[in-house]
């Protein structure tokens, strides 16, 4: 089984999302469909981002049958998840084909493919809505409403769910090796805990919470109450609000109920709901005391279609499933607000784009702060572009391919997880030898065959706050990569202004093994624009290097030099000058930013400033470089890091040394003036 996957349509949607986490904290493997139309890419980033996996992912609508196929046939797929659908009340009302179209036609095509591929184990998102108005059978009959409460959707997407049951039904019918688990939601509310995922209502929320979460966010001034005069506590109506957590658990409980009946096939409902009705006024409190303040509010009218009381009898899931809710209201209103203060917008942000690389793993993420306009890439977490005002000022392939071949100079990418050299790819540890992967003659340079150049990252986690953006891109490395100790987490975090990009650098082994890091940017700027450094100017009062010998590793000498002010040439640099000959620290984020490196060149209008909290850098003029868009000296690099080779040094090992407990951490800014 556990080599075996489940496939998640919806994934990228609020529920499917913490479904797959749930999924892959379970141990299952998960591979997500979603044609993104509800939905953002940014989820399926953020999802990796908090379970340290990639996630196959595929933009596909259920309808493209052929699409789906493909992906049953490179996947070995167990059994389906079935999330898609379009889900809002009142649309549904105003455009019935296009949800019929879309929740039943998609399901069809999905069912086919499954049928072809063999797969016959689905657990699928219907609804309580397929109840209808349970109080047609008097006030208390089927309230709490239990799986054989009669069905009678009053609206076409409700008909929809109930639609879609009958056809699961009528397969397992005709053929009994289906399984069939039909979930019906009561109302889901809440966020992950992490902040990172929740509800991206798009246009005006039509739900509760997300409504009130707006208010609070400041982006709608009052939430109307839909009538106090029913016949509750405090007259407003009472529904079952479930947190999308224990939601997503329920999926998990369906499915290994499903995987213990073996090849016995099944058709059964359960509801998963709470069996806890609260009113609007209780929510709307245990809300207002998330935020830690009154919410403006006023009730107007009853909404059309509102019933009293929706309150699931989940006892069925209780006995069957093994499954109970177990957060609270007040859980999902504290998750739901740290949700909405993280991300405002939801996964809406203004002047953020992304965009497919190479088709699945690589994606560009651009970000435009007034005139800075940055392009980044998961793979390495680099940096394919800057532009200032109209000028592109970096070296960058255009295609995602170039990236991966040897003649790539490590254009823009993060360095680690230990840039530079290491001399004869070996290091000790308290007493442990170990031997790295020597891929520059007898060294070992910027990690050996697999450094973080040629990883994906998981993410980014993009925000938009207080006028500026960040992005998170996180790595694993795994113990023994290319002969490294220790399971290595790093994260890059990138914070871009409107003049500026900051780079934060923070590492730290999971398995508490000792390692070595260093970290570092690799991007190769370019003023001219003429495709050579040539004739740039250098303002920088950094005067001592180290002293390289031939095979460019440190003698032990620090000596006086200087870059030339101006990039003739003559100048011919690759060489670690230092900034704090003493520096001996693993975490420099506490120090302040020292200026490296001024640069400006008579063509541009633009001056690029690299400061940066570390104890050295490594200035190349990029005589190296030779590929197919760039040819030598077409930029060049400042890299900030620890000494070459600190590993080896008696005073600087502390820099680069990661041992059990510590945090490694580096600043790097480029300032655009
Ligand atoms: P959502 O809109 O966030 O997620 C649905 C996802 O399906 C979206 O990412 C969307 O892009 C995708 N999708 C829609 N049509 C598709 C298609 N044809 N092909 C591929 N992808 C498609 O909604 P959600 O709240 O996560 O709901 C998930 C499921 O749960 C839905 O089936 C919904 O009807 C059901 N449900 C939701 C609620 C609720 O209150 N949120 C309550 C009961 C049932
Ligand atoms: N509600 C409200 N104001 C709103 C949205 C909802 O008073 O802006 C009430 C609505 O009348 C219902 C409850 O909140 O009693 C839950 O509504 P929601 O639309 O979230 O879910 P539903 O139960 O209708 O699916």
Sequence with gaps: MTDRYILVTGGAGYIGSHTVIELINNGYKVVIVDNLSNSSYDAVARIEFIVNQHVPFYDIDLRNGDELDKVFKKYDIHGVIHFAALKAVGESTKIPLKYYENNVGGTMSLLEVCSANDV???????????????????????????????????????????????????????????????????????????????????????????????VAIGRRETLSIFGDDYDSTDGTPIRDYIHVVDLAKGHIAALNYLKKLNDKGLYREWNLGTGKGSTVFQVYKAFCKAVGRELPYKVVGR??????????????????????????VEDACRDLWRWTTENPFGFEL??????????????????????????????????????????????????????????????????????????????????????LTQNDGSNTLHAGNNGFDKQNFFGPVVKQKNGKFTLEFKVVDADGTDGFPGTLE???????????????????????????????????????????????????????????????????????????????????????????????????????LQTLVEATHPDSNVKIVVSSTEPAFQFYTGDGVNCSQFGKRSGFCVEPSRFVDAVHSDNHKGQAVLKKGDVYGAKIKYEFR
């Excluded at 219907?126 to 009959?141: L, Q």
């Excluded at 929706?310 to 069957?320: H, I, Y």
């Excluded at 370019?526 to 290097?545: A, R």
């Excluded at 001996?584 to 506490?590: E, H, K, L, P, V």
């Design 120 to 214: 016959k184990t689905i657990v699928f998102s219907s609804s309580a809505t397929v109840y209808g108005d349970v109080t047609r059978f008097g006030p208390t009959k089927y309230i709490p409403i239990p799986e054989t409460c009669p069905t009678d959707p009053t609206n076409p997407y409700g008909k929809t769910k109930f639609v879609i049951e009958q056809i699961l039904k009528d397969i397992h019918t005709s053929d009994n090796a289906w399984q069939v688990a039909i979930l019906r939601y009561f109302n889901p509310i809440g966020a992950h805990p992490s902040g990172l995922l929740g509800e991206d209502p798009l246009g005006i929320p039509n739900n509760l919470l997300p409504y009130l979460a707006q």
């Design 303 to 328: 909404r059309q279609g509102d019933v009293l009381n929706l309150t699931a009898k989940p006892d069925r899931a209780q006995q069957e499933l093994q499954w109970k809710a177990e957060l609270t």
């Design 350 to 435: 203004q002047d953020y784009k992304w965009q497919e690389f190479d088709g699945l793993q690589n994606r560009l993420h651009t970000v435009q702060n007034k005139d800075l306009q940055v392009t980044f890439c998961n793979r390495g977490a680099l940096i394919q572009d800057i532009k200032v005002g109209e000028q592109h000022i970096v070296c960058g392939f255009d295609n995602a391919k170039e990236y991966t071949l040897e003649t790539n100079p490590y254009f823009g990418t993060t360095v680690g997880r230990y840039a530079n050299r290491i001399k004869n790819g070996e290091f000790e540890i308290d007493g442990t030898k170990f031997q």
């Design 490 to 592: 790093a994260i890059v975090k990138y914070t871009i202004d409107s003049l500026s990009i900051e780079i934060e650098y923070e590492a730290k082994s999971l398995d508490d093994k000792p390692t070595v890091v260093n970290l570092t940017n690799h991007s190769y700027f370019n003023l001219s624009g003429n495709g050579t450094i040539d004739g740039t100017h250098i303002k920088s009062s950094v005067d001592q290097l180290l002293e390289l010998d031939g095979a460019k590793l440190p003698t032990g000498n620090i000596i006086s030099k200087t870059i030339p002010s101006t990039i003739s040439p003559e100048v011919i640099l690759d060489d670690c000058f230092v900034v704090d000959k003493d520096a001996n620290a693993i975490d420099t984020r506490s120090k302040a």
